[in-house]
């Protein structure tokens, strides 16, 4: 079974910067999506931004472009999601999502 852990939440001020990390635990073969999704207080989760494993393909919600940006290291099985310009409304649970296994969130909070 494939485990996936998400670091580097914390409290930050609004403008601020923060960046998530999630590691697989094992080597996943194949193409696949490794994806960050957030879920705020009474809304369903959505997604932020997703890459391919095997390219530079990359996806973002419109809510976050030009503000966060989505790598990789499949080396290390690791996504980033490095944010930017942070705002109030960025704060949620984020979760990342490799391949089909999903890690248990971690929590970013924007406010001053």
């Known amino acids: 079974q494939v485990q996936v852990a998400e670091s580097g939440g914390g409290l930050v001020q609004p403008g601020g910067s923060l960046r998530l990390s999630c590691a697989a635990s094992?080597?996943?073969?194949?193409?696949?999506?490794m994806a960050w999704y957030r879920q705020a207080p009474g809304k369903q989760r959505e997604l932020v931004a997703s890459?391919?494993?095997?390219?530079?393909?990359?996806n973002y919600a419109d809510s976050v472009k030009g503000r966060f940006t989505i790598s990789r290291d499949n080396a290390k099985n690791t996504v980033y999601l490095q944010m930017n310009s942070l705002k109030p409304e960025d704060t949620a649970v984020y979760y990342c999502?490799?391949?089909?296994?999903w890690g248990q969130g971690t929590q970013v909070t924007v406010s001053s």
């Open positions: 999502k490799i391949q089909a296994f």
């Open positions: 094992t080597n996943i073969r194949g193409t696949y999506v």
């Open positions: 890459i391919l494993n095997s390219g530079p393909i990359t």
